[in-house]
């Protein structure tokens, strides 16, 4: 019989998170944890919410409204995922914080949802730091006119930029060239680091990280 889940990996995590803040002059309390659920089974969520978590992401808006809905009180939601236009509605409903901004097409989606429903989520730009075809987000020379565009045309209020690195590569120039777009635009949160690599990350600068296997485990196969 194997043992009921329990919240070590969260704890962990934590620690570490305070560790790295503190190395590099930094309150502890500036980096919140954004624990990913996705595809995460209740039972495995449940020993990390009675343990203190409070901020939680999620890659899809259909399986998070499965997921969380009724459960929500208390708690901060994250779309960390790309985003259809045809889910905007129900992303601006049900979620606390949209980090996956990335095209003009959702921006003015973001924008019609919210003025319909009077609700207005934070919003992080997400930026393609290493321009992988293959990966959603503004490339870097696009991103101040994007976030200018965002802010005037569409009367967004971006909170903040989100990255995820190439997994190639050496995350810390990301983070950097991340930090450097935030200070020109006047945007104090980033949105960056995950397990391998939110130590890193906090060194150069992030408010937020996105943390899914370091706490909970490493996910079952999804079946075929």
Excluded at 118 to 146: H, S, W
Aim: charged residues 25%; neutral net charge.
């Amino acid at each position: 019989m194997s043992a009921a889940p329990d919240a070590e990996g969260y704890r962990d995590v934590v620690a570490r998170i305070a560790r790295a803040a503190q190395a590099a002059g930094r309150d502890p309390a500036s980096v919140t944890l954004v624990a990913v659920s996705k595809q995460q089974p209740w039972e495995a969520i449940e020993p990390v919410l009675a343990a203190g978590q409070a901020v939680f992401g999620e890659n899809r808006v259909q399986e998070a409204m499965a997921r969380w809905e009724g459960r929500t009180e208390g708690l901060e939601l994250r779309l960390i995922g790309p985003l259809q236009t045809n889910k905007a509605r129900e992303a601006v409903t049900f979620f606390d914080v949209i980090e996956s901004l990335d095209r003009e097409k959702l921006a003015r989606s973001l924008a019609e949802e919210g003025q319909k429903q009077g609700r207005a989520p934070r919003l992080y730009v997400q930026v393609n730091t290493g321009e992988e075809p293959q990966k959603a987000g503004i490339i870097p020379a696009e991103a101040d006119a994007f976030i200018a565009a965002c802010r005037g045309a569409y009367g967004l209020q971006v909170e903040g930029l989100m990255c995820i690195p190439p997994a190639e590569e050496p995350p810390g120039p990301h983070f950097a060239l991340l930090r450097k777009i935030a200070e020109r635009n006047g945007l104090a949160r980033l949105s960056m680091g995950m397990s391998a690599d939110f130590e890193t990350a906090i060194r150069f600068g992030a408010t937020s990280v996105r943390v899914g296997s370091a706490v909970f485990g490493a996910r079952s196969p999804i079946p075929k």
